[in-house]
């Protein structure tokens, strides 16, 4: 009985992946990308001749989910990651933080604009989210 034991507890730890995941908060191109994704709506609702796309939205976070499944996190940490008020409250800070670095703050439309403009013109993740209204 003993080896039967020792070799299912070698062969599970085998098994397990070589690393272990990172909370899903904390994983590079999850972080990343759904900060440009806050960073865009917060232009898209402080500058009005801006708009988000939303069914671009909705893509890349289907892309995304997908991303975090194949890199082994479960669909319950996904879904409660992403509806968590708490991380998109920390989202908000920092893309506020991010923005207020290249000059724009609440109330300074033409900041936001600005910056939207210049990330649709660069094709940036931000820019490809937004759609100039003029």
């Known amino acids: 009985m003993r080896p039967f034991i020792l070799t299912l507890t070698l062969t599970a730890a085998l098994a397990a992946p070589a690393h272990a995941l ?3 908060n904390e994983e590079p191109v999850i972080r990343e990308r759904l900060l440009q994704g806050f960073i865009g709506d917060a232009i898209a609702d402080n500058c009005p001749t801006i708009e ?4 671009r939205a909705l893509g890349e976070l289907s892309n ?15 879904r409660e990651f992403v509806t968590s008020d ?3 409250a920390k989202f908000k800070a ?8 290249k000059g724009a703050e609440p109330g300074q439309t033409e900041a936001y604009c600005a910056i939207g403009k210049e990330e649709i013109a660069k094709e ?11």
């Not at 995304?64 to 996904?78: E, I, N, P």
């Not at 940036?124 to 003029?134: D, Q, T």
């Open 22 to 24: 990172v909370p899903i």
């Open 52 to 55: 988000a796309r939303k069914l």
């Open 64 to 78: 995304l989910r997908d991303y975090a499944l194949k890199q082994g996190y479960s669909s319950s940490v996904v």
């Open 86 to 88: 708490v991380e998109k």
């Open 94 to 101: 920092e893309a506020a933080e991010w923005l207020k670095a």
């Open 124 to 134: 940036s993740l931000i820019g490809y989210l937004l759609r100039s209204r003029r």
